[in-house]
């Protein structure tokens, strides 16, 4: 059984930053890689970041590129997001997700464990 907690989400104005935080239990936290993912109020949960099981490897959402960092402490069981240069477009609940793999992207179907997420607002 695995449980993942996220932290960090908040209001901030168009422009500002946020750091998101997701706390993993469980032993075999390093064995798969994690993702964020997000959904805005009306819309289907969309992928957001990606990273694989040892965190060399990304991927992100065209959306988010060059603008969200998503990266992992194995030790410390937690995956972060980053997130600069906010927009109200970025208005949504994100998600913190487990994947059955050493590797994923963004097929949802990938992830067996979601947070309960947590709220990101940005106003213009």
């Known amino acids: 059984q695995v449980q993942l907690v996220e932290s960090g989400g908040g209001l901030v104005q168009a422009g500002g930053s946020l750091r998101l935080s997701c706390a993993a239990s469980?032993?075999?936290?390093?064995?798969?890689?994690m993702a964020w993912f997000r959904q805005a109020p009306g819309k289907e949960r969309e992928f957001v970041a990606a990273i694989n099981w040892s965190g060399g490897a990304t991927n992100y959402a065209d959306s988010v590129k060059g603008r969200f960092t998503i990266s992992r402490d194995n030790a410390k069981n937690t995956v972060s997001l980053q997130m600069n240069s906010l927009k109200p477009d970025d208005t949504a609940v994100y998600y913190c997700a487990k994947s059955q793999y050493l590797y994923a992207g963004g097929r949802s179907n990938d992830y067996d464990y979601w947070g309960q997420g947590t709220q990101v607002t940005v106003s213009s």
């Open positions: 469980g032993r075999t936290f390093s064995n798969y890689a």
